[in-house]
């Protein structure tokens, strides 16, 4: 005679709880993947025609001349010539009056 002891058995809704929260893991895990890989082709991703240095831009930089001013209401620089007014506060330029 054998001593068997009956364990309790999973019930078919607890066996397809367990079903789902593993394949939930699983699609979570593939989708993490799929993410990952999204990315990286991305990152990798070279556009035609774009400019590939890795110095950054150089410009030059120069200050107000003479011959310029800064407009009180845009605030950029503008060659005498587009000089509309003086205002209250300050000169402001013809596409600013």
Known sequence: MSNHQASPRMGDEDQAQQELQALKLVHAQNNDAAI???????????????????DGLALDILPKQLDEFTCSKCFLVHHRSQLDHEGVHGPVCTDCS
């Open 36 to 54: 990952a890989a999204r990315l990286e082709i991305a990152e990798n991703l070279e556009l035609p025609g774009a400019d590939h240095h890795d």
